[in-house]
């Protein structure tokens, strides 16, 4: 039995080597959560399972870190390090490409990381060209059920996997917001007169038009690539659809949207004031969500809002194969928690031969019925045991594919 799954596995890792060329190798972890250890991965389907509290989730947070610098559960890093310790690392060998092996680290200490490839220190800029994960998790659920700010900062991330220049962007626009808000603030507390307060906020305003035409472009032209490969009816009649909301919408020209907002940002110059914080911008824009016409966070279903998720996610994964030509990670925390069986066995063979997959889950029975097709493994108190017979690893599997 043992032959036979074997050499099951190593035929579909050579399958996956020749397919994609990004894959997680191993990882190794120190004082990040309750996580302790080294794992190596399969090419493929790669299944955690363990009770509760064992570190399932956990594992897949370090992955995430190491691809995209931030967490999937808080955005407060210091929280991700072991109580009583300074210092977190995450460590992983990526491959590029039969020939090209990278080592990727992220070190965090208090509030501050630092981030490196190949032992370099890197700007987050070139650092995210590297890999890239894509998480569905009961807290991603928040994207369609949650506030506006959910869905932007999925959108956010989109465009930053494509540019990842656009963190750069967004960090600009924040701390202009950051600042005029709080002039805004003074502004109306110290009742300045409406001549003084636009001379204050002139040069700030005149940043946010530039930075806020970029972002607006960037965000409509992913939703565009978003909708060009958006699987619609990927589990049954409902028809997903998705539209970039506009704050500016029914304003005026939007095709022209750095006229627009400079001439909005001057009209509302005295409510802004009124109100004491910005009114004008990206930051109030919205994705707008459907199911057949009806609003997915209003009247969906708990499993049609999962549904929908799912829908995004995969055409995440799309844009970014046909802008990299090249598949992310894709991390699915708590699978059977979130999805029927009908769910996973439809999600799990869309993916297969096109990501290196990541699942967690309680149920050993779970990791048993896929036992043909994927790696398995089992958390216990932070560390990752294997508990079945390995496919053919990825270093070895690479050095056989030119044979394929």
């Not at 691809?67 to 300074?86: H, M, P, V, Y």
């Not at 799309?318 to 699915?332: A, D, K, Q, T």
Request: aromatic fraction near 8%; glycine fraction near 6%; charge should be neutral.
């Amino acid at each position: 039995m043992h032959a036979e799954w074997g050499a099951t596995r190593r035929r579909k890792s050579r399958l996956y080597v020749k397919i994609f060329r990004m894959l997680l190798e191993s990882l190794e972890v120190h004082n990040f959560r309750n996580l302790s250890g080294k794992v190596t991965w399969g090419a493929g389907l790669n299944i955690i399972y363990g009770d509760n509290g064992q570190g399932k989730t956990n594992w897949l947070e370090a992955i995430y870190l190491l691809a995209t610098t931030k967490s999937f559960r808080t955005q407060r890093l210091q929280e991700t390090i072991r109580f009583e310790e300074d210092l977190a690392v995450v460590r992983g060998r990526v491959a590029q490409s039969l020939e090209v092996h990278r080592e990727m680290q992220v070190n965090l200490r208090g509030a501050t990381k630092s981030i490196s490839v190949n032992g370099k220190r890197e700007p987050v800029t070139r650092y995210l060209g590297q890999l890239h994960a894509i998480a569905f998790t009961a807290d991603e659920l928040n994207i369609v059920r949650g506030a506006p700010d959910a869905r932007r900062k999925f959108l956010d991330r989109g465009v930053t996997s494509l540019h990842p220049s656009y963190v750069q962007t967004l960090a600009d626009y924040n701390h202009v917001i950051k600042q005029k808000n709080r002039l805004l603030q003074d502004a109306s507390e110290s009742e300045l007169s409406l001549e003084r307060a636009a001379e204050l906020l002139a040069p700030w305003n005149e940043q946010l038009v530039g930075l806020s035409t970029a972002i607006h472009r960037a965000r409509t032209d992913y939703v565009q690539r978003l909708n060009e490969v958006l699987e619609r009816r990927f589990f049954g009649n409902e028809d997903i659809s998705i539209r970039y909301v506009s704050s500016l919408e029914g304003k005026g020209n939007l095709d022209d949207y750095e006229s627009l907002i400079a001439e909005r940002l001057q009209f509302r110059l005295q409510a802004e004031i009124a109100a004491g914080y910005s009114l004008i911008g990206p930051h109030r824009d919205d994705l707008e969500i459907q199911f057949d016409g009806r609003d997915m966070r209003a009247f969906g279903s708990s499993g049609q809002q999962r549904s929908a998720l799912i829908i995004l996610d995969l055409a995440n994964v799309s844009v970014y194969y046909s802008w990299h030509n090249e598949y992310p990670l894709f991390l699915i925390d708590d699978v059977d928690a979130e999805l029927d069986r009908k769910r996973i066995n439809c999600l799990l063979e869309y993916l297969e031969g096109r990501t290196q997959t990541f699942i967690t889950t309680s149920k050993e029975s779970l990791a048993e019925q896929f036992l043909a097709r994927a790696n398995i493994y089992q958390a216990s108190k932070g560390v990752i045991m294997e508990s079945e017979p390995r496919a053919q690893l990825i270093s070895s599997t690479l050095g056989s594919a030119e044979s394929i």
